[in-house]
């Protein structure tokens, strides 16, 4: 996720913005920059790179001069990360420099009038359309032509700017996307986050949404969306700077689960308009997606559990065909793969080495190749045909959850566009999904915030040595996933099993006390699942279930349940996983486990 710092006051600000930007690198980046005004015009530079690269470029700061200044770490979502993307960015003149962390999600119609008007863009990014944006509204107030901007613009943003003409302020400016203002005896400070700011102040503003705040090198004032002045108090920090670092969560996992909602939204938002999916990175006409006579997902982990997870949503609903297959596998097992048929390659990373074979493996026999990935410029985003990113932003914690949820709901949105192109649903049932998809995060918030009671229940499992999770259809797949939580990072043994199979052997296994976790979110399999909980109860597991609100029948069997809320079965891995996720995380808390590194294992795993 890219990172913001700002300054101005009595010290030199680029030794100032680098410092910042060091302590926000956790956050993740690939190119770096920053603007500075002289005391008569805005200086900038940029690099692609470690930040090590635009300090060796600018000498410490020292070739960029000046008392205020903004500067950016990049996490590139729109373009590769280039040195002509890296931020900030300029209007025509150079007279007007922005920063910015977000997504604005209607800039192909806003680049598109802004040329049309004669403004020549320099970069891919959808961030230089803010600063050409604020040069047509500008007319000698800058706080009138953010006001303006802010109106036009949608998705999330958290900006700085400065104006060459108003060199004694920075402005500040967030919707959606953290930022925050620091207040010290040297100057004013702007940032992402707290650790920027932390070696200058421990008072901090949090900045709300749809808010700006304007900094001189004394005051900070603060102005809503229509211009009218905001009264905001600051706040003491106490954390230290590995806490603040984490957000104020003990750890990345925790602060990572807490981000889904953010990241489901981001990856769905953009891609609904008008009541329509529209994936433009696709590139595929709606003649060939009637075409496509069959779909291979391919993944590794917890990517493949999503794979798992779409067929069920993809033969549902668009009736193609789909084949899921781990990567490691599919590479040597000599698939058949004609032409016609779509090859889905899904990673996080963009870098793990069987999915990387894997598509290199179906490019060579001929077959359309999309990748859902999540990192800008890896290498299954540049090798694959067709490229859809999951805008979780950086994940940390080896254990995946954000990406995961991402890449789940970039699977629903295919499913329902190739659904829709083939004929498969009508107009009532597109909006019915979309309706059930949009309330997914909000959904996903309720579920987090019931975690103190999941960490009560976890409690209960410090000392397991095996856990069996099951489940029937998508009910399988989330137990596949919450079953390799659990196992990769509290050590636990667990296992995932389709319920109906249990009774073919492992049912063996279940003895007096045996935790078994079962996943019930499919209604027209609820009273199978649920004659098979009872199976395993009558043997004697300690049985925890998932299900939907509505479902009490299962508290005659089940010792805990948490109740999901309601939403079309296609979707409820979504829901179901959260609690599932949370789980994992209090038992390897409870076990004193290292979260967000466990043992042997690697975030990208770029060898066989
Ligand atoms: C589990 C986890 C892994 C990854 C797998 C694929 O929590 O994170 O199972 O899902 O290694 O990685 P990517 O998605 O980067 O290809």
Redesign the pocket.
Known sequence: MCGIVGYIGKKQAAPILLDGLSKLEYRGYDSAGMAVYDGKQIHMSKATGRLKVLSEITHEGATLPGFVGIGHTRWATHGAPTDSNAHPHFNETETIAVVHNGIIENYLKLKKKLIERGYEFHSETDTEVLAHLLDLYYKGDPLQAITKVMHRVEGSYALGIIFADHPDVIYAVRKDSPLIVGKSEEGNLIASDVPAVLKYTRDVYFIENEEIARLSEQDIEFFNVDGEPVEKEAKRIEWDIHAAEKGGYEHFMLKEMNEQPKTVRDTINPRIKDGQIVIEELGMSDEEIRAIRKIHIV?????YHTGFTAKYVLEGLARVPVEVDLASEFRYRNPILEEGELVII???????AD?LAALRMAKERGCQTLGIVNVVGSSIAREADQVMYTWAGPEIA???TK??SAQLVAQYLLAIKFAQVRGEIGETQVAELLRDLKKLPDQIEMLLSHKERIQKYANRYLASKDVFFIGRGIDYAISMEGS??LK?ISYIHSEAYAAGELKHGTISLIEEGTPVIAVATQDDLFKKTLSNIVEVQTRGAFVMAVTNAGNTEIEKTAEYVIYIPQTNPYFTNSLAIIPLQLFSYYVAVGKGCDVDKPRNLAK??TVE
């Open positions: 993944a590794c982990g917890s990517a899904i990673s996080q990373s963009g870098e793990t999915s080896v254990a995946t990406a995961y390799l939580k990769e990208s795993v």
